[in-house]
């Protein structure tokens, strides 16, 4: 199978294009900087600028994996519009490789797995969030709402889609654990604002393990909840982190701090939704790790 990635040098794309390689795919990726992302992806990735690049090469599968970080920066008017345009232009961009390909009268793939993320549900207080949940209209939730919308548009052309709407993603070298690791570490750590927001996360392997399976399963599409069957509170999450270290956890963030910091951004870090894979798991997908104590073992060490 001919896979091709949107952010495939990104932390989720570098541990999937290993894993589709060796099951003996061939792995296309687009990335903005070409060289660079050949440095971090296996040897014999096809390497390019747009996805239309690869019209003479028509792909079996479509993973969109791209979009600027969310929690890179403030959410300036300016930096709202970045975060939306990441995600639409790779978004489009796909679906604009399946009209040329459709012109050509070409093979056209027959999935896209398409990245989408917990905010889509918006604040979701402590009530289980499953992927029926209505959402709070909030800019996450119209951000993800949108980004969902485009990857929808391949289904005009046959293409089966399905939204993996992705909780924090945890493993070494990059993701949330590589900003929160230093100061719990340095026994710094401590929960944000009253800590009883839920945090939906997921190992990174696990991750992976179920965008292959969407890959694999011509029986599934639309919505899936990207997230380990136990989620935990903020609160929850600091202790297990910290004890994981073994060190205290003692200076917890006021929510006022992070508001005044951050401004509407803070939102990421003080609210949440209580996200359960129900749909993954009805469909027979097994998590690895289900806790978020076994997962913190396994990356940590």
Excluded at 229 to 236: F, K, Q, S
Aim: charge should be neutral; glycine fraction near 10%.
């Amino acid at each position: 199978m001919r896979v091709l990635i949107t952010g495939g040098s990104g932390f989720v794309g570098q541990r999937l294009c290993p894993r589709l390689a060796e099951a003996g795919h061939r792995v296309q990726v687009v990335s903005r900087d070409p060289e660079a992302a050949r440095r971090r992806l296996p040897e014999g990735v096809d390497v390019r600028r747009s996805a239309l690049d690869f019209v003479d090469t028509p792909s079996d599968a479509l993973v969109n994996l791209a979009g600027e970080s969310i929690a890179a920066k403030r959410w300036s008017d300016r930096q709202k519009e970045k975060l939306l345009d990441s995600r639409l232009n790779a978004t489009r961009e796909l679906v604009g490789l399946c009209e040329q390909l459709r012109q050509t009268g070409a093979r056209m793939p027959r999935v896209l797995v398409s990245a989408s993320a917990m905010g889509y549900y918006g604040d979701q207080g402590d009530r289980e969030v499953s992927e029926e949940t209505p959402p709070h209209d909030e800019f996450a939730h119209r951000l993800c709402r949108r980004w969902e919308e485009a990857a929808g548009e391949a289904e005009a052309f046959g293409v089966r889609v399905a939204r993996l709407r992705i909780g924090l993603v945890l493993d070494q070298g990059g993701g949330s654990l590589q900003k929160m690791l230093p100061p719990f570490r340095l026994g710094l750590g401590g929960r944000f604002g009253t800590g009883k927001q839920f945090m939906p996360w997921i190992h990174r392997e696990d991750l992976v393990r179920a965008i292959l399976f969407l890959l694999e399963r011509d029986d599934l599409e639309g919505p899936f909840n990207g997230s380990a069957p136990r989620p935990v509170t903020n609160a929850e999450f600091t202790r297990i982190l910290a004890k994981q270290l073994g060190r205290p956890a003692l200076f917890p963030v006021p929510a006022i701090v992070l508001e005044t910091a951050f401004g509407e951004m803070a939102r990421l870090l003080l609210t949440g939704a209580d996200m359960r894979p129900k749909r993954l798991q009805e469909a027979g997908f097994r998590f690895e790790y289900e806790t978020l104590e076994a997962a913190l073992a396994d990356i940590l060490g």
